[in-house]
């Protein structure tokens, strides 16, 4: 694959080849030594139109440990504010001889767009409420860390998953890797595809949690609600947030996970995100640096291929 637009449609083989790489990455990454060759000359230009802090930080650091040139483009202070279009933004650091080109956008397909357009490697770094294929992989990547597999797990995903590109994402991944994938929310926050994506649909969060080895809840994504349509946090928490009575009913070793940003008493109780032997998020954020530089150098290597 040239670019890395979506989890849907790669192939298992694929998937667990960069998780592999990832898992290489990560252990070399807490020995402490870095890889500064492999990407010397190329440039990374993130390209992010909706706020980040770990996406943008850990493809900052990942193209860095691996030697590239990295650019953060400012959208706020470029020359998007004067009316220059997506394409043209990207025409133009394209005629930089930008290589890999990272992108987050609130509209669904932006990056797909990009990768039309533009001679560098495109990676979906988040549009809108589509996809965020990297942090799929982050979230694999800690799961099998943890259980050892994929396969065969029973995989609770909570919350907002209407508007979650993390879910479907994941989603995605999860069942072309044979886990069992549920969905637990109230019915306004769960998309009617559910059914359609294979996974299975649940309304009380005691069903859905019964015997699930991983909790994964998301942020409830106010910013992509109708106004009049956000239901209040305290209702949100009473029903839907994780406290350790609601996670009493997933298996005893079962891991809690959270892409972040979190938002605490809302859609998890910081007694459980802050709890050793169940939270698994900052693994999952260290995580995020081994993908993403597992992704780096498969595409540019892919790169290489194709000059
Ligand atoms: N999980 C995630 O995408 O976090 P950021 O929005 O901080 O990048």
């Known amino acids: 694959h040239r670019h890395l637009l979506a989890i849907e449609g790669l192939e298992p083989p694929y998937i667990a080849g960069l998780l592999d790489l990832a898992e290489s990455y990560a252990l070399l990454n807490r020995s402490g030594k870095t890889q500064r060759d492999l990407l010397r000359g190329r440039t990374l230009i993130n390209l992010f139109f909706e706020d980040s802090t770990r996406t943008r930080t850990s493809f900052e650091l990942a193209g860095k440990r691996l030697g590239a040139d990295v650019i953060n483009m400012s959208v706020a202070t470029s020359s998007v504010s004067k009316g220059e279009t997506l394409l043209d933004t990207a025409a133009t650091l394209n005629a930089m ?8 956008h609130g509209q669904s397909g932006a990056p797909a767009l990009l990768a039309q357009k533009v001679s560098a490697a495109v990676i979906n770094a988040g549009d809108g409420t589509h996809e965020h294929p990297t942090q799929a992989l982050l979230d694999a990547l800690t799961i099998r860390r943890r259980k050892g597999r994929l396969e065969g797990l029973t995989v609770a995903i909570c919350g907002d998953i209407l508007h979650s590109r ?12 044979n ?26 969060m005691r069903s859905g949690l019964r015997d699930a080895d991983v909790v994964m809840m998301l942020r409830l994504q106010r910013e ?6 956000v239901p209040s946090s305290r209702e949100f928490f009473r029903f839907w947030g994780l406290d350790a009575e609601k996670l009493a009913a997933a298996k005893p070793d079962a891991i809690v996970m959270h892409p972040g940003p979190m938002n605490r008493g809302v859609e998890i109780d910081s007694a459980i995100a802050d709890d050793p032997a ?24 892919q790169l290489l291929r194709n000059a």
Do not use: K, Y
């Not at 001889?97 to 987050?104: A, E, Q, S």
């Not at 992509?224 to 349509?229: K, Q, V």
């Open 224 to 229: 992509r609600m109708a106004a009049g349509l």
């Open 166 to 177: 993390v879910a479907r994402s994941n989603i995605h991944l999860l069942t072309a890797m």
């Open 278 to 301: 169940r939270s698994v998020i900052g693994e999952q954020v260290e995580m995020g640096v081994a993908v993403r530089m597992a992704v780096l150098d498969v595409l540019s290597r």
């Open 97 to 104: 001889n930008c290589d890999l080109l990272v992108v987050r």
């Open 179 to 204: 886990a069992r994938v549920r969905v637990v929310g109230p019915p306004t926050l769960i998309p009617a595809e559910a059914a359609r994506l294979g996974v299975e649909v649940f309304h009380d």
